[in-house]
């Protein structure tokens, strides 16, 4: 299950170094580009993120980046089957069956984030491989989500205008 938040940073004390910061990326992100905030840990990068994506004033789908993340767990994956049965026997001497089996789909944040454009907030995003972070270059680039091949549903998710996406890192890592 998904939750998405919308977060109002208790505490935050915003002081005029964090203001220049604040108005900058915010121009960027109300520009449509993305923000990057990198430092030591400690220092307050989450909170600056999640105040800045409250002052979107759009929801908040919020990802903590690790070794163990899977591009499926971004973007979302396959979970279980759906099977339809239907006996049709209103003729009393003939049968007609009818048997369907459909893989189901679930969304990830990712996906999510992308379809209704929602802020996401990729926390330590560098503590996750590589292959994982590609889903992201399309969708911020070509404002394109591309998704696993599947007959039930589309390839490609067009990117929500609203969708903007802020990252956090630690340069020591």
């Known amino acids: 299950m998904t939750t998405v938040l919308r977060a109002v940073p208790k505490g935050f004390v915003n002081t005029p170094a964090i203001e220049r910061i604040t108005v900058r ?102 503590r996750s491989r590589p292959e994982v972070n590609n889903v992201l270059l399309s969708a911020l680039e070509e404002k394109l989500l591309v998704l696993p091949p599947n007959n039930s549903r589309s390839e490609y998710i067009r990117v929500n205008p609203h969708f903007r996406a802020i990252f956090t890192s630690n340069p020591e890592e």
Not at 80 to 106: A, C, M, P
Request: a neutral charge; aromatic letters at 8%.
């Open 25 to 126: 990326a915010l121009r960027y992100l109300q520009s449509g580009f993305s923000v990057h905030l990198r430092g030591p840990a400690g220092t307050g990068k989450t909170t600056l993120a999640l105040h800045l994506a409250d002052l979107l004033n759009r929801p908040i789908m919020l990802i903590f980046g690790d070794d163990e993340l899977k591009s499926s767990d971004m973007i979302g994956n396959q979970t279980g089957y759906t099977r339809k049965k239907v006996v049709d026997n209103f003729i009393h001497s003939v049968v007609k069956l009818e048997d369907s089996l459909k893989q189901n789909w679930i969304d990830s944040r990712l996906t999510l984030a992308c379809r209704e454009g929602f802020t996401l907030v990729y926390d330590e995003f560098n």
